[in-house]
């Protein structure tokens, strides 16, 4: 193949995005053919998740974009079936020269439909302007035939063609372009007619799911050396410990639960094994922690503080404000993804911050003055003077302070108890809590939804010195994880704001109070990455105070 051949080919498997209807409209489609979530993410292997996501605004990328535009595709048309008046007909679909459809198909972005979200045409002018204008491709097609002087690869197998259309050479009879190219590839073991790959898939990618292994999958786990196949409670240990529980106590549903919520932590523990294997980085359990990180008395704590936030906007515009607070889904369960240091602390001096370590740090906290919108973001402390923080808490204030936002001072770092650090050290466990709490709720499998928030909930709050957990004592991964969920509650407030939102109040790890159109900011349901509503009310302007349903609780 010449560099120009390959320039050819190259050219040939450009592609372009594929349209997708607006957000309102995908939702639509799909519930008036009464299909849940759960049953598109399955055909298009994703979460239930993603796809509230994706009819929320987001638009997905890559493969999954183009399965997904062909589902919307189809549905649109399956529903236009549906609502058409009784004895109209439907419109054909665009049909090419049967010559030509082969090797045309491979370069068009998608098959010959309409592209999806472009305006359909009706009426009888609508069918005869499609008409028309597919003759006209089919005939414009026909001309740029053209016969090579000499034979060049074919852009869909490789092989010697003597035609090309629109200047790619390529075969016009599939079965020409199903020879195989030289060097011969090895004899298929299977001795009976196969359909060329070419025409069995438009593109040059791997199957749909090939990577994530697909529904004809088989899993496989490493064992020594080698890999054999994984069993049932091998891939899914949450769903095997349902099972068991479920059987043990004769489907009783409340007696079930409470002992899977008994045995959350040292099913945590074990999972959080099983999600290791083969891990890059070994987990130290019990490494020697600085005085700071152990409890000044029995009852007391230790020197940490953790910005928790507990704040209400101290005034609102003139005016009547419907206020609504938002509970934010998972929030420890998203706050495993943070920076955790991986071995035993060590001890620094000086203002400098390395990206690379994750620890503990004293500083000087910068003086905050947007406590009118926004709040503070080391949170509700009055003592004045140095105070030890968390990684999250000083990665904050450092963005914060920096060229983009520039709504603060940077903080002044006096010592640091640090170690080098990845950010993806809990990543495979808690993707796994995820996709067990993502088919929980699409299953309304409320058993497995109680355990796995008592297994990530339990897992953080018995790091430190706590008698229910002596496999593992990392006190900083508790004050990391539990911290960098305040963060993340603090960069939605700063979202909201961003967007126009009055924020009213920010408590602890999941609760966000705003007035405006939150839809616009957030998507709505129970996923990690959605809010759901608490509770509603209206703050009037002569200050009579919240009114239209209870006042929320802290916490």
Not at 432 to 457: C, F, H, N
């Amino acid at each position: 193949m010449t560099d120009f051949d390959a320039i050819d080919a190259l050219l040939a498997t450009a592609r372009q995005e594929v349209p997708l209807p607006d957000a309102a409209e995908r939702r639509v489609l799909r519930e008036e053919l009464n299909l849940s979530r759960a049953q598109v993410a399955h055909v298009l292997g994703v979460s239930p998740s993603t796809v509230g996501g994706w009819e929320s605004g987001r638009d997905p990328a890559g493969e999954v974009r183009e399965k997904y535009a062909y589902f919307l595709s189809r549905a649109r048309a399956r529903v236009e079936e549906r609502t058409a008046p009784p004895g109209t007909a439907a419109p054909a679909e665009p049909a090419e020269p049967a010559e030509l459809a082969e090797p045309i198909e491979p370069i068009e972005p998608a098959e010959p439909a309409e592209p999806v979200g472009a305006p359909e045409e009706s009426g009888a002018d609508g069918e005869n302007a499609r008409d028309a204008g597919d003759a006209a491709d089919a005939e414009g097609a026909v001309d740029e035939v053209e016969v090579l002087a000499r034979p060049r690869a074919c852009v869909l197998c490789g092989g010697p063609a003597r035609q090309q259309v629109a200047g790619f050479p390529q075969h016009l009879d599939p079965a020409e372009c199903a020879a195989p190219a030289a060097p011969a590839p090895p004899p298929a073991r299977d001795s009976g007619a196969r359909t060329p790959r070419t025409a069995a898939r438009p593109t040059g990618r791997p199957p749909a799911g090939g990577d994530r292994g697909g529904r004809g999958g088989v899993p496989i786990v490493p064992v020594g050396r080698r890999a054999q196949a994984a069993s049932a409670g091998e891939t899914d240990p949450v769903a095997r410990a349902v099972a068991e529980a479920l059987a043990k106590h004769s489907g009783d549903v409340e007696a079930a639960t409470a002992a899977l919520v008994r045995r959350a932590i040292p099913d945590a523990m074990a999972l959080l094994d099983h999600t290791r294997k083969g891990g890059r980085y070994d987990i130290v359990a019990h490494p020697w922690l600085p005085d700071v990180l152990h409890k000044q008395s029995a009852r007391g704590a230790d020197q940490i503080w953790e910005a928790r936030p507990k704040w209400t906007r101290p005034e609102l515009p003139p005016g009547t404000h419907e206020v609504t607070a938002l509970d934010v889904n998972g929030a420890y369960l998203s706050a495993l993804k943070t920076h955790l240091p991986l071995g035993q602390l060590e001890h620094s001096t000086g203002d400098h911050h390395d990206r690379r370590r994750a620890g503990v740090h004293l500083i000087t906290a910068p003086d905050w003055e947007h406590d009118a919108v926004l709040p503070n973001p080391i949170g509700s402390r009055d003592e004045p003077g140095p105070l030890w923080v968390t990684e999250p808490t000083l990665r904050l204030l450092l963005r914060l302070s920096g060229p983009k936002y520039g709504l603060c001072d940077p903080p002044e770092i006096h010592e640091s108890w640090t170690s080098g650090a990845t950010e993806n050290l809990l990543e495979k466990f808690r993707v796994a809590l995820k996709d067990a709490r993502d088919r929980a709720i699409a299953e309304d499998d409320e058993v497995t939804l109680t355990y796995v928030k008592a297994m990530y909930s339990k897992f953080v709050s018995t790091l430190g010195e706590s008698n229910y957990n002596r496999e593992i004592y990392r006190t900083d991964w508790m004050h990391l994880i539990r911290s960098q969920a305040f963060v993340n509650l603090w960069w939605k407030a700063h979202r909201c704001y961003d967007e126009g939102l009055l924020v009213i109040r920010a408590m602890g790890t999941d609760e966000l109070h705003v007035s405006g159109d939150w839809r616009g900011v957030f998507p709505e349901g129970r996923g990690v990455t959605e809010v759901k509503v608490k509770d509603t009310y209206t703050v009037a302007a002569d200050g009579e105070g919240p009114t239209g349903g209870p006042a929320p609780e802290d916490g």
